[in-house]
């Protein structure tokens, strides 16, 4: 097997293997890493109905995917603080490549490919330097690693390309952690959480910090809407009930806007959002909550609440011209809005990857 994995880099490196597209396995909109029943994990594409499209075997378990913009390969990342990560076709399950963090370095789940998928980028720490890194490998090449520049601040957890300024924007969640502690968090009296906008060679455009009063308000995930606006979903490291808003809005160079709920449902999120989402097709955006059960739709010009839906364990969401789908660690998908509902013997993770 080791060496047909390495074969297969070959080829595909030298640009010899012919392209399958996502047409290949089935057309999904979106990726999810989820657990069988029974153990084991895996790797799944979903329908805009919620049909499965595919399944694939992970390793462990697995965090988030990044998608090849073009081919039907996903890059599937362990549950922070993994040091791997798999490149798997996903027509078969065939690894076609293994990613390992270099030494001092623990990847934190995410990565998104360049505009083009001829890069990766995957968030890091650089836990000896208590500093986040951006991890570059060559998607063209094999997946070797290119080399590394500063995420903008400490605990870089979510990596995204925002198309429209060719550009990313990382969620730097500031809480400082090392592997001989597990995930303890190290430095909650100083943390800082950022969200930082950086080109593919690490010059920052921008940074955003919250206000002094929410700097336990931890930056975690991001998602792009129209005309370059990022939407980022915090979680409150202080007492859930004395938890800040949860969403904030931003355009570069514009002062971010933050999203408040009415006090009854914004206390039932307990101070965390799991991921966000845009709705493709709506102006609007939501967060998750899998402590609380809920998701939140927001009016993604303005900030207002628009309302939310119960769901026991949700947390993967995201949307495309269809609408919105949730996924729960039940096996559920559902629609937000729309009328989509389907059951899998699976436990979904945390994230939802639209396509």
Not at 325 to 347: F, K, N, Q
Request: hydrophobic share 40%; proline share 5%.
């Amino acid at each position: 097997m080791a060496t047909r994995r390495r074969f297969l880099a070959g080829v595909l490196a030298a640009g010899l293997m012919p392209i399958r597209g996502w047409a290949s396995v089935g057309n999904p909109k979106y990726l999810s890493a989820a657990r069988r029943p029974k153990g084991g994990y895996v790797l799944v594409g979903l329908r805009g109905d919620g049909a499965l499209a595919f399944e694939v075997d992970l390793p462990a378990r697995g965090h988030a995917a990044a998608a090849h913009p073009e081919r039907a390969e996903a890059v599937a990342f362990a549950r922070r603080p993994g040091t791997y990560a798999v490149v798997l076709d996903c027509s078969d399950g065939t690894v076609l490549a293994r990613l390992e963090a270099p030494q001092g370095r623990h990847f934190y789940g995410h990565g998104t490919f360049s505009r083009d998928g001829r890069r990766l980028f995957t968030t890091e720490n650089d836990f000896d330097g208590a500093a986040g890194v951006i991890g570059v490998w060559d998607a063209a090449n094999g997946y070797r690693r290119l080399g590394e520049f500063a995420s903008g601040g400490i605990g870089p957890h979510e990596i995204v390309h925002v198309p429209e300024l060719e550009l990313f924007a990382v969620a730097n969640g500031g809480i400082q952690t090392h592997p001989e502690t597990g995930r303890e968090k190290l430095n909650l009296r100083t943390m800082r959480p950022n969200l930082t906008y950086v080109d593919g060679e690490g010059s920052v455009a921008q940074r955003v910090q919250l206000p002094d009063e929410w700097r336990l308000n931890s930056v975690r995930h991001l998602s792009v809407g129209p005309r370059g606006q990022v939407a980022f979903a915090m979680q409150w490291q202080g007492d859930a009930w004395d938890a800040p808003v949860l969403l904030g809005l931003h355009v570069l160079r514009q002062a971010p806007v933050f999203c408040e709920a009415p006090e009854a449902p914004h206390l039932a999120m307990k101070g965390y959002a799991g991921s966000v989402a845009y709705c493709g097709s709506k102006n609007w955006v939501a967060i998750s909550s899998p402590r609380g059960g809920f998701v939140q739709r927001f009016d993604s010009a303005s900030g207002r609440f628009l309302g939310a839906v119960g769901a026991a364990d949700v947390c993967g969401i995201n949307g495309s011209r269809g609408g919105m789908i949730a996924t729960t660690g039940t096996g559920l998908v559902i629609g937000i809005e729309d009328r989509i509902s389907a059951r899998h013997p699976l436990s979904f993770d945390n994230h939802l990857i639209a396509l």
